[in-house]
């Protein structure tokens, strides 16, 4: 799965690869002028990645292509919204297992 993601200093892609008898994935852009809410399952794997200066729960600002990953204990619903009255976007990447089991990431 490829997303083209442009910023205000050029492009870029973004590309999801996995194995789909293991993995479910997604990618999508969220378009928003005001909060969004983001939800989650516990076994889901959360990744955001900013296009523009977004908030994350109000305190953790993500400017281009910045990425956060939520995962096991982190919250599974987050509010997003635009930092700036002109709004902003994120691409949304979501992956779990097949089976329903915890995915985890590591830094």
Not at 71 to 85: C, K, R, Y
């Amino acid at each position: 799965m490829t997303l083209p993601l442009e910023t205000p200093t050029g492009s870029s892609t973004l590309t999801l690869t996995f194995d789909p008898t293991e993995v479910h994935g997604s990618l999508e852009l969220l378009s928003f002028d005001s909060a969004a809410q983001l939800e989650r399952s516990m076994e889901e794997l959360l990744i955001i990645v900013a296009r523009g200066a977004v908030l994350v729960e109000n305190r953790h600002r993500l400017n281009g292509l910045d990425v956060m990953v939520l995962e096991g204990d982190d919250p599974i619903s987050v509010a997003v919204e635009p930092e700036h009255e002109a709004g902003a976007s994120a691409a949304i990447a979501r992956i779990s297992h097949v089976d329903g089991t915890r995915i985890a990431w590591v830094p």
